[in-house]
């Protein structure tokens, strides 16, 4: 695994050096290696490219390994966007009004971006976690890398198209071969590799093309060959996100997946291709033994007006 990526030392290499700042990987793994290790695996959700769901997968991968029965962690490190602890503080608040039993991931949003703060929260929410989801910032800072470095398995999602492609590495639009890397690829090789000398576990790298419409056939046979070539090169996996679906976007403003739905019965039943990309995304990452997905009983009502559940489960209906 580690052969191809031998070349990429500091003298020489192809590839584009994203360490003008003067931080160097060494630095970004040595500071981890002097915190205490951590119990759970830790999944990172990272792309320095917005617009490309990679917060929703992230949301959809933490709620998901709470129905298989583990203990979650889920960390929002862009406190300005806060999209992933937006999304399970809606699901906190659906699960009041409608007294389901929703399995639920505990959460944070970390509005100090530095490594102290994230293994504090980290200990303060679950030090015994099973899973620890990190939703990187959209772009390249001190938290971004450390996000990157901390990862066990790393997921970034892209959309299918070449400009998507060129966060991963340049392509020749004429031959389609991979050129040189682009900054994010090298960051993630630099510290894939760091991490390999220094005694840590592999990255498991998984390049997921996300919010694919089925409409793009053609386009997607081109980008598959071209990531094909990529993956080679840099050494991921490739994978399949989410398909562009209103589903996924409307049931997120109440901070549902359809993994829910056959907890809150007196509403749409849940599709069974969207059930199964989820139960997908799961498989693809290859953890250790994540467990069968699982539907726990409803729970007792809290306090709630008729009228207040009645108008947000009228709202939900709207919604699926």
């Known amino acids: 695994m580690w052969k191809d990526l031998e070349h990429l030392d ?7 050096r994203p360490w003008t700042d003067g931080e160097h990987p060494k630095v970004i793994v040595a500071e981890i290696a002097s915190r205490p290790a951590l119990a759970g695996h830790v999944i990172a959700f990272a792309n320095e490219k917005g617009g490309v769901g990679k917060s929703t997968l992230a949301f959809h991968c933490a709620v998901a390994l709470a129905h298989a029965g583990h203990r979650v962690i889920a960390l929002d490190l862009d406190w300005r966007q806060s999209t992933l602890e937006r999304s399970l503080s809606f ?33 303060r929410l679950d030090a015994g976690a099973d899973y620890i989801v990190l939703d990187a910032p959209g772009a390249d800072c001190p938290i971004f890398r450390r996000a990157v470095a901390m990862a066990d ?21 004429i031959t389609g071969r991979p050129g040189q890397s682009s900054c994010f690829g090298a960051t993630v090789a630099g510290l894939r590799r760091e991490r390999h000398r220094s005694g840590f576990g592999p990255i498991d790298w998984l390049v997921a093309k996300n919010r694919v419409r089925h409409t793009e056939r053609r386009q997607i046979d081109r ?8 993956a080679e090169q840099q ?53 250790d033994g994540p467990g069968a997905l699982c539907v726990t009983t409803a729970a007792p009502r809290v306090r709630t007006s008729p009228r207040v559940r009645a108008a947000y489960r009228e709202a939900l209906a709207a919604a699926l």
Do not use: W
């Open 223 to 230: 980008i598959d060959t071209a990531l094909a070539a990529l």
């Open 153 to 173: 398995t790393l997921v970034t999602p892209i959309n299918a198209s070449f400009i998507d492609l060129q966060v991963l590495g340049r392509i020749d639009p």
């Open 91 to 123: 699901r906190e608040g659906t699960a009041r009004v409608l007294g389901a039993a929703l399995p639920m991931p505990a959460h944070a949003v970390l509005t100090k971006p530095c490594t102290a703060q994230l293994y504090q929260e980290i200990a």
């Open 235 to 287: 050494d991921f996996r490739i994978g399949r996100g989410l398909t562009e679906r209103v589903a996924y976007r409307e049931l997120l403003q109440f901070g549902l997946t359809h993994l829910d739905l056959p907890l809150l019965p007196e509403n749409a039943r849940a599709n069974k291709s969207t059930l199964a990309e989820i139960e997908g995304l799961l498989k693809q990452l290859a953890l």
């Open 10 to 16: 500091d003298g020489g290499e192809p590839f584009a």
